[in-house]
């Protein structure tokens, strides 16, 4: 199993990014997908889910209505594309499957 985030990076508060997963080395469409963080000096937290299909979504309070999670079971990846950032926002994101599998992270910094 391989994750490898993308898209990460310094963004002014109100921006907006996208990040992107890749998946390999198993067969994508039958696992739900999730996105993480963790900020300095705090726990990760989970940011998003999606089932395997795609048909539910669920997002942390803190995020909901400013990002959006998907996924291209065809590509073998998901994003998360957010949307009115925030400084709180800032942490390293994370590519998840369960049971134990991360990404490596991308750096998700939100200031002017």
């Known amino acids: 199993v391989q994750l490898v985030e993308s898209g990460g990076g310094l963004v002014q508060p109100g921006g907006s990014l996208r990040l992107s997963c890749t998946a390999s080395?198993?067969?994508?469409?039958?696992?739900?997908m999730s996105w993480y963080r963790q900020a300095p000096g705090k726990e990760r937290e989970l940011v998003a889910r999606?089932?395997?299909?795609?048909?539910?979504?669920n997002y942390a309070d803190s995020v909901k209505g400013r990002f959006t999670i998907s996924r291209d079971n065809a590509k073998n990846t998901v994003s998360l594309q957010m949307n009115s950032l925030k400084p709180e926002d800032t942490a390293v994101y994370y590519c998840?499957?369960?049971?134990?599998?991360w990404g490596q992270g991308t750096q998700v910094t939100v200031s002017s």
């Open positions: 999606i089932t395997n299909a795609g048909g539910s979504r």
């Open positions: 998840y499957r369960a049971p134990d599998y």
């Open positions: 080395g198993f067969t994508f469409s039958g696992y739900a």
